[in-house]
């Protein structure tokens, strides 16, 4: 068991570091929601704890590296839209049971672009900037 920990670990540190090039978006969250019963969207304190971390985008596939909204274990990404031509950069997760979804504003002319994330079954409702 220590051994495959270790081979998983090592893997998901080699894919992190591919995804370091210009063909990634950079992000931080800035917030994380999730529905109550009645409806409402609230702050997710159970992952209240990503506020702050980074994870990675590919910008080819859409795959994420990082915490909470990670698709290593997804049966397969697809990149909507790009993020050319003055539209934001869209992509979909797909997991057994569960979709997930991110658009990064890339269309505007700053240094980060917003982004909001949502995983049905995961994180929730995620928000924050990429760069």
């Keep these: 068991m220590k051994v495959t ?9 080699c894919s992190q570091y591919s995804f370091a090039a210009s063909n990634s978006f950079q992000c931080t969250y800035k917030e994380v929601h999730s529905l109550d019963e009645s409806g409402v969207i609230k702050s997710n304190d159970y992952m209240a704890d990503l506020v702050g971390e980074v994870f990675a985008v590919d910008r080819f596939t859409g795959g ?4 909470g909204l990670t698709t290593m274990l997804s049966e397969g990404t697809l990149v909507v839209n790009d993020g050319n031509d003055g539209n934001s950069f869209k992509a979909v997760a797909f997991f057994e049971g569960q979709v997930q979804a991110i658009e990064i504003q890339s269309w505007r002319e700053a240094k980060e672009f917003p982004f909001i994330a949502l ?5 929730g409702l995620a928000t924050g900037t990429c760069k």
């Design 5 to 13: 920990k270790a081979l998983v670990l090592t893997i998901l540190l």
């Design 64 to 67: 994420i590296i990082g915490a």
């Design 119 to 123: 995983s049905m079954g995961g994180v």
